[in-house]
């Protein structure tokens, strides 16, 4: 989790290396496929987008703040691990951060909060516990099954793809 955006990044790697690059962060819909194809990687890895399928078994709570979640609801700290983590932001990290107190490096502050997440949980208290999740959780705005998800992200890359090349 770097400070250069992906599709600022993207370029500059596929360039630089003589391997396949496959693109990751994100991408949540075929628009950004197509992109990632357009810029020369060889396909994408894609998270966020699934974990609003119906099959993915988080709390339901998780699923409805990716989906209500906005763009920049979703950030980078290391308030959960001690390493940079992206998740739905809670009032866990907002409390961590105005406490003015630094996480501890990593294990030792995912040890610290894996015992307050297994507390937040066993009291369903989804609203403090941790939610790693992608910035494409902003694009997202339903829950359906793995199958339509790729269903709709081929059929949005392929309209992507056909758009550019037509209007070349």
């Known amino acids: 989790m770097g400070r250069i955006p992906n599709f600022a990044l993207l370029p500059d790697v596929i360039d630089s290396v003589s391997v396949p690059v496959i693109a990751a962060g994100?991408?949540?819909?075929?628009?950004?496929?197509?992109?990632?194809?357009?810029?020369?990687?060889?396909?994408?890895?894609?998270?966020?987008a699934f974990l609003v399928a119906e099959e993915c078994n988080i709390p339901g709570e998780h699923k409805s703040q990716i989906l209500e979640g906005r763009l920049e609801d979703f950030r980078s700290d290391r308030i959960y691990s001690g390493s940079p983590m992206r998740g739905f932001r809670k009032a866990t990290i907002k409390a961590w951060e105005d406490s003015g107190l630094e996480p501890l490096a990593n294990p030792y502050?995912?040890?610290?909060?894996?015992?307050?997440?297994?507390?937040?949980?066993?009291?369903?208290?989804?609203?403090?516990?941790?939610?790693?999740?992608?910035?494409?959780?902003?694009?997202?705005?339903?829950?359906?099954?793995?199958?339509?998800?790729?269903?709709?992200?081929?059929?949005?890359?392929?309209?992507?793809i056909s758009r550019l090349a037509a209007s070349i």
């Open 26 to 48: 994100g991408i949540s819909d075929g628009r950004g496929i197509a992109a990632s194809l357009a810029f020369g990687a060889v396909g994408v890895w894609m998270g966020t």
């Open 109 to 160: 502050q995912k040890v610290l909060m894996d015992d307050f997440n297994a507390a937040a949980a066993a009291a369903s208290r989804w609203d403090l516990h941790s939610n790693p999740s992608g910035v494409g959780g902003g694009l997202l705005t339903e829950a359906r099954p793995a199958r339509a998800i790729v269903a709709e992200l081929v059929n949005r890359a392929s309209e992507s």
